[in-house]
């Protein structure tokens, strides 16, 4: 993967991919009923759509509430910065413009089924890593380096509920 060694400011990625024997908009349903997640995740508790949005558009928000064990509870509102059905799904946290965290979902037809990828970027806006990394400078990359090896975990869950889903 592209984070090891890295540090906050270098704003890494992860992605992980599975294949799923369903086509790509039955795996579309579920990937933009993004309240369907949190049952799919340990940190995610719950998802709901603001301002009367119902389904992911180019500009619509929703709020995430989330819980680790060594980060506490947060809640987090992201803003969909792409959403091409049935191939991409994208969102921003918190500030649009310069952002916690990216996110996207990617489908492509594959073999009779689809390929999904999920993807994440780490930064560049400030999260709540950044104040482990105040308190710790000289741990930085470790501390970047164990959240990236979580995130991957909780991607490649979420792939696997996402994929006995489609397939059921």
């Not at 270098?10 to 992605?15: C, G, I, R, S």
């Not at 994440?120 to 000289?138: E, K, N, T, V």
Request: aromatic letters at 8%.
């Amino acid at each position: 993967m592209e984070w090891t060694g890295a540090r906050y400011a270098d704003m890494p990625t992860v992605e992980v991919r599975a294949w799923i024997d369903a086509p790509p908009g039955r795996v579309w349903d579920i990937v933009a009923d993004v309240t369907l997640m949190p049952a799919m995740s340990d940190e995610l508790q719950s998802v709901h759509w603001l301002d009367g949005a119902d389904r992911p558009a180019v500009g619509a928000r929703f709020v995430g509430r989330s819980r680790h064990q060594s980060l506490g509870e947060w809640e987090t509102t992201s803003h969909i910065i792409e959403c091409a059905d049935p191939r991409v799904l994208a969102w921003a946290v918190e500030d649009a413009s310069r952002p916690s965290a990216v996110w996207r979902f990617r489908l492509a037809p594959k073999d009779g089924g689809t390929e999904l990828s999920e993807w994440m970027q780490m930064g560049p806006g400030r999260s709540g890593l950044s104040f482990a990394i105040d308190a710790m400078p000289d741990k930085e990359q470790k501390i970047v380096f164990v959240r990236m090896r979580e995130f991957e975990r909780n991607m490649t869950a979420t792939l696997g509920h996402i994929k006995k889903l489609a397939e059921a």
